[in-house]
């Protein structure tokens, strides 16, 4: 009796085999695909609490979440060498939306960050350059020597700050640091020199007053606010103030959902878009908020092993970088939300209300995911 034959008569050997071939032929990965669906469904239930019920906003969240599922699935069904091919297009159409948000676009309490497709939807394109930069600057660097020289790691650069600074005009710095945090990964994973990197952070050190000044009045205000909130407890520390009490108010086990005074008495601001974990923590309490956080490092670190995988360096650089912005998305919202960060209006991902973040964030994971399941 051979070895081969002695797998084929141990039980379950069939099933099992057949089993990881249909997940192969699908291009999804099982233990991605579930983590992330089971930050979409906790989300859901989340949001249907933080807006008292409202089922208009609680049904036009699930609707756009099942579209991003579906984009997802979509998207992994690409073969990588599509990306590689269109990546310039991707970056150059995303950018042309970008500045027409500046010309052309719809504003919203003093800010223009989305376009309007007449009696369709409206959506943000900043958002979908987390996406193009990194696939820009990884084709960019694919067939060039790495470490990248010093030539090359300066047009990555300025293929980075382009469209940030269109973003950023617009205004939208939370998003602007995002993509910025994109492509200079995809940079950094291409094996850029540190000393180059912390030329970086003393020019940016020593350029800091000089920033200062470009700052709009606002934006300043949020940045000494997280020094001492409680300078300003009915303005521009209120945010701040209130979530963390909400989530102190919380304890272990939280009030339930529904029972938040914090959040269901509307003292919490943007309680089911950038400041929802605050509801989290009120309602469902320290143990809740470490449930989330347990989907995502499982979705981080599963991700992050992928993106080991991948096959060549094109791919590596943009599921790498793909990965770490997710883990900063995360990070950001909940450090903004607990007074560590400035807020910067980065909603938290996959469970804060809106359409454009989540399809851009299940399209990166749909990414992921096409490039693993495909060796050549």
């Not at 995303?94 to 309007?116: D, H, P, Q």
């Not at 909130?229 to 945010?239: I, M, R, T, V």
Request: charge should be positive; include cysteine; charged fraction near 15%.
């Amino acid at each position: 009796m051979t070895d081969r034959d002695f797998e084929r008569r141990l039980p379950g050997t069939v099933e099992m085999s057949s089993l990881a071939r249909r997940w192969a032929k699908s291009h999804l990965d099982p233990i991605l695909l579930f983590g992330l669906l089971g930050i979409v469904a906790y989300g859901l239930v989340v949001l249907y609490s933080a807006v008292g019920k409202n089922q208009t906003i609680f049904l036009n969240q699930a609707v756009r979440m099942l579209f991003a599922v579906c984009v997802m699935i979509i998207v992994a069904q690409i073969h990588p060498r599509i990306y590689l091919r269109w990546a310039p297009f991707v970056y150059l159409g995303g950018l042309i939306l970008t500045v027409a948000v500046l010309l052309n676009g719809i504003e919203v309490k003093g800010s223009k960050r989305w376009l309007e497709i007449p009696g369709l939807f409206r959506f943000q394109p900043s958002e979908f350059m987390k996406i193009a930069v990194p696939l820009m600057v990884a084709w960019f660097l694919h067939e060039r020597q790495l470490p990248p020289s010093l030539k090359d790691a300066a047009i990555s650069a300025i293929i980075v700050i382009a469209p940030a600074i269109a973003i950023i005009f617009q205004p939208d710095l939370g998003t602007a640091l995002l993509v910025l945090f994109a492509g200079s990964v995809v940079i950094i994973l291409g094996g850029i020199n540190w000393k180059w990197i912390a030329y970086v952070f003393a020019a940016l050190a020593t350029a800091t007053p000089g920033l200062w000044l470009l700052l709009k009045d606002y934006q300043k205000q949020r940045i000494l606010t997280l020094f001492n909130p409680e300078s300003d407890p009915l303005g521009a520390g209120w945010n701040i103030i209130q979530s963390k009490t909400a989530i102190g108010s919380g304890g272990i086990y939280g009030k339930g959902l529904f029972e938040g005074t914090q959040s269901q008495l509307e003292f919490l601001p943007e309680s089911h878009t950038d400041f929802i974990i605050a509801v989290i923590g009120e309602e469902l309490g320290f143990m809740g908020i470490m449930f989330l956080l347990t989907l995502y490092c499982i979705v981080i670190s599963r991700s992050i092993y992928l993106s080991v995988q991948a096959s060549d360096t094109f791919q590596r650089l943009v599921t790498g970088a793909l990965s770490f912005t997710f883990f900063v998305y995360v990070f950001v919202n909940i450090a903004m939300v607990m007074g560590m960060l400035p807020v910067v209006g980065v909603p938290l991902p996959l469970v804060s209300y809106g359409g454009s973040s989540a399809i851009t964030l299940l399209t990166g994971f749909g990414i992921i995911m096409g490039v693993i399941t495909r060796k050549t």
